[in-house]
């Protein structure tokens, strides 16, 4: 017997050096994803991508094939808030999950971070964009953002900004009061441009839209950056080209990150009387829409999505096969996790430490399925942008002209970039060229770290300045409390932290 045990402990001391790089761990894992395919983020189109990393991970026989991923599905839509949060305490009863992936929406976001932040559980998700939770001080200090948020896309125009000397900005969008996409789209952008002089015109669903009253408020600004439905964005271009706004005195931008095939080429046609003005009209258009990259093994990635997709015989849902940022973006928050973990765990870390898993995902870089991804250090993804615009205006037709890169703040430009197209006539120096060269992003310094302080200032600073502007929102808001539904929202609202329309 004594033999026998010394044996076991020889063959366990010459085995384990041999495994000490391969760690052994299961791990539980919480995936919040709606069910509805109207989502570019339903489960129907992400999940497979969350299943491809996993059995990357496991067959690669390298050093992440140890850890075993239990992988809980769970429905999470964008219209029932606290449903997402009711489900992680239901399923943390007897265990709670050791990494949480999504939810994507943010009013759905914020209560499961604030509680997986509580309990210790890292957080990654592709969504959650919303400036709110850069602050990853306390409520939010347990998530990972592994897609660019709102901010980081804002970059591109403080860029923009300082190079062409622009000094303010109308910003111009629709608020749906439900998931709020542009609302927090264009938050981002105000939140970042401190340094300039920015109107905001928020344009609700149900209101009567007033061309008129939009372009009494262009008016005196230089830039306008719009995220709005594409036929409303048609009426305002119409209405301001009709002004001569169009001359180019003004620069007009739009913000589509996800579905850049409803502009681009084409998109001002709607086979109606008003087709060549709105061509004519479109040529001061811009777009800025996330930055596409492929790379070789993305076409295995992106025919696998495919093939599962068409396995699942899903034909309610219109290309779900497509690769989207979201499906990225939940691809490799599996491989940043297995990353964080195993170093964790080699520095004796146990896989319940969230704190130091959490860490050892933020500021690094590495390489995902579709290129390079750069977390900062404050755990929020670098940004790449493109920037489109009409560079045939016989045909109407618009390319991408400029891309952004966000880690290291630089533009790459494009043949079609026309320095140009972006000088307001008549109204400042013309700048020959965008600089290849770092842009000197002063501003996004303060990216993520914009303290309560500073913006209770820009807010006393926009109320003074923008005295009509404000008294409209006041307005639209006391309104909307009169009934319930106003109230409950106006709590969604706080349950962020945002404080872009109390402004
Ligand atoms: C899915 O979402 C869309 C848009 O939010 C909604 O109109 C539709 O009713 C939803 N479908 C289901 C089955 O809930
Ligand atoms: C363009 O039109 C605007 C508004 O009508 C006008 O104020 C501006 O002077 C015009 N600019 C040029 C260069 O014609
Ligand atoms: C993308 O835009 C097109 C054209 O506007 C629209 O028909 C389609 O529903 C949009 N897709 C998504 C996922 O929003
Ligand atoms: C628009 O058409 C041009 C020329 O046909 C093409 O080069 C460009 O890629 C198209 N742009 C988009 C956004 O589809
Ligand atoms: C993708 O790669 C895997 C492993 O290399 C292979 O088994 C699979 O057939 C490939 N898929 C496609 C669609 O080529
Ligand atoms: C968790 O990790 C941190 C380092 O990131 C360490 O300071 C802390 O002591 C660890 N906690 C436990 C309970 O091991
Ligand atoms: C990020 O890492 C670099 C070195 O890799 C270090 O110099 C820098 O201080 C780190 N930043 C933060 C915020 O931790
Ligand atoms: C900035 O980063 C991009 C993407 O990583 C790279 O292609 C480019 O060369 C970099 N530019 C500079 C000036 O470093």
């Not at 009013?107 to 969504?127: D, F």
């Not at 046609?269 to 004519?280: H, I, P, V």
């Not at 870089?365 to 404050?378: C, K, L, P, R």
């Given at each position: 017997?004594?033999?026998?045990?010394?044996?076991?402990?020889?063959?366990?001391?010459?085995?384990?050096?041999?495994?000490?790089?391969?760690?052994?761990?299961?791990?539980?894992?919480?995936?919040?994803?709606?069910?509805?395919?109207?989502?570019?983020?339903?489960?129907?189109?992400?999940?497979?991508?969350?299943?491809?990393?996993?059995?990357?991970?496991?067959?690669?026989?390298?050093?992440?094939?140890?850890?075993?991923?239990?992988?809980?599905?769970?429905?999470?839509?964008?219209?029932?808030?606290?449903?997402?949060?009711?489900?992680?305490?239901?399923?943390?009863?007897?265990?709670?999950?050791?990494?949480?992936?999504?939810?994507?929406?943010?009013?759905?976001?914020?209560?499961?971070?604030?509680?997986?932040?509580?309990?210790?559980?890292?957080?990654?998700?592709?969504?959650?964009?919303?400036?709110?939770?850069?602050?990853?001080?306390?409520?939010?200090?347990?998530?990972?953002?592994?897609?660019?948020?709102?901010?980081?896309?804002?970059?591109?125009?403080?860029?923009?900004?300082?190079?062409?000397?622009?000094?303010s900005a109308l910003l111009l969008?629709?608020?749906?009061?439900?998931?709020?996409?542009?609302?927090?789209?264009?938050?981002?952008?105000?939140?970042?441009?401190?340094?300039?002089?920015?109107k905001?015109y928020?344009v609700?669903?149900?209101?009567h839209f007033d061309t008129d009253d939009i372009l009494q408020n262009i008016y005196d600004t230089e830039v306008v950056i719009m995220?709005m439905?594409?036929d409303k964005i048609r009426e305002i271009m119409l209405a301001a080209h009709r002004r001569r706004f169009t001359n180019g005195s003004y620069v007009f931008f739009n913000?589509?990150?996800?579905?850049?095939?409803?502009?681009?080429?084409?998109?001002w046609?709607?086979?109606d009387k008003y087709d060549s003005d709105a061509k004519q009209a479109y040529a001061s258009l811009n777009?800025?829409?996330?930055?596409?990259?492929?790379?070789?093994?993305?076409?295995?990635?992106?025919?696998?999505?495919?093939?599962?997709?068409?396995?699942?015989?899903?034909?309610?849902?219109?290309?779900?096969?497509?690769?989207?940022?979201?499906?990225?973006?939940?691809?490799?928050?599996?491989?940043?996790?297995?990353?964080?973990?195993?170093?964790?765990?080699?520095?004796?870390?146990?896989?319940?430490?969230?704190?130091?898993?959490?860490?050892?995902?933020?500021?690094?870089?590495?390489?995902?399925?579709?290129?390079?991804?750069?977390?900062?250090?404050?755990?929020?993804?670098?940004?790449?942008?493109?920037?489109?615009?009409m560079?045939?205006v016989?045909?109407?037709?618009?390319?991408?002209?400029?891309?952004?890169?966000?880690?290291?703040?630089?533009?790459?430009?494009?043949?079609?970039?026309?320095?140009?197209h972006?000088?307001l006539r008549g109204r400042?120096?013309?700048?020959?060229?965008?600089?290849?060269?770092?842009?000197?992003?002063?501003?996004?310094?303060?990216?993520?770290?914009?303290?309560?302080?500073?913006?209770?200032?820009?807010?006393?600073?926009?109320?003074?300045?923008?005295?009509k502007n404000?008294?409209?929102?006041?307005?639209?808001?006391?309104?909307?409390?009169?009934?319930?539904?106003?109230?409950?929202?106006?709590?969604?609202?706080?349950?962020?932290?945002?404080?872009?329309?109390?402004?």
């Amino acid at each position: 017997m004594p033999y026998f045990m010394s044996l076991c402990v020889y063959f366990l001391m010459t085995l384990s050096p041999v495994r000490t790089d391969t760690i052994t761990e299961d791990i539980k894992v919480l995936v919040f994803l709606p069910q509805n395919n109207s989502y570019l983020f339903s489960h129907a189109r992400v999940a497979p991508a969350i299943l491809y990393a996993q059995q990357r991970l496991k067959a690669n026989g390298g050093q992440f094939s140890g850890f075993h991923f239990n992988i809980q599905f769970e429905n999470s839509d964008c219209v029932s808030v606290n449903d997402a949060l009711f489900v992680l305490v239901d399923r943390s009863c007897e265990q709670k999950p050791d990494l949480i992936l999504g939810p994507v929406c943010e009013y759905e976001a914020a209560v499961v971070v604030r509680l997986a932040s509580h309990w210790n559980i890292p957080v990654i998700s592709a969504g959650a964009l919303a400036t709110g939770f850069s602050n990853k001080d306390t409520e939010y200090s347990h998530l990972t953002r592994i897609a660019p948020s709102y901010e980081k896309m804002a970059e591109i125009f403080t860029a923009m900004f300082e190079h062409f000397s622009w000094k303010s900005a109308l910003l111009l969008y629709e608020d749906d009061k439900e998931a709020r996409d542009c609302y927090f789209t264009l938050e981002g952008v105000y939140h970042l441009m401190t340094n300039f002089n920015i109107k905001i015109y928020a344009v609700n669903q149900e209101d009567h839209f007033d061309t008129d009253d939009i372009l009494q408020n262009i008016y005196d600004t230089e830039v306008v950056i719009m995220c709005m439905g594409a036929d409303k964005i048609r009426e305002i271009m119409l209405a301001a080209h009709r002004r001569r706004f169009t001359n180019g005195s003004y620069v007009f931008f739009n913000v589509e990150l996800f579905n850049v095939s409803s502009y681009g080429n084409g998109s001002w046609k709607r086979g109606d009387k008003y087709d060549s003005d709105a061509k004519q009209a479109y040529a001061s258009l811009n777009t800025v829409t996330l930055l596409r990259t492929v790379k070789p093994e993305f076409e295995n990635f992106s025919m696998e999505m495919r093939k599962s997709t068409e396995k699942a015989g899903l034909h309610d849902c219109k290309d779900c096969g497509s690769v989207n940022m979201f499906v990225e973006g939940f691809h490799d928050a599996m491989l940043l996790y297995a990353m964080a973990l195993h170093e964790a765990m080699k520095n004796g870390y146990s896989k319940k430490n969230g704190t130091a898993i959490t860490s050892n995902m933020w500021n690094r870089t590495f390489e995902g399925i579709a290129g390079q991804v750069s977390m900062d250090g404050n755990g929020d993804r670098h940004g790449d942008f493109s920037l489109m615009a009409m560079t045939n205006v016989e045909a109407g037709t618009y390319e991408v002209v400029a891309n952004y890169f966000g880690v290291n703040g630089t533009f790459q430009l494009l043949p079609g970039f026309n320095a140009d197209h972006f000088t307001l006539r008549g109204r400042h120096k013309v700048h020959s060229e965008m600089p290849d060269k770092s842009c000197g992003l002063g501003v996004s310094a303060l990216t993520g770290v914009i303290v309560g302080a500073v913006l209770g200032t820009i807010m006393l600073i926009a109320f003074y300045f923008f005295r009509k502007n404000y008294r409209i929102t006041i307005e639209r808001r006391t309104h909307s409390e009169e009934d319930d539904t106003g109230k409950h929202r106006q709590l969604r609202e706080d349950s962020i932290r945002s404080n872009f329309s109390a402004a």
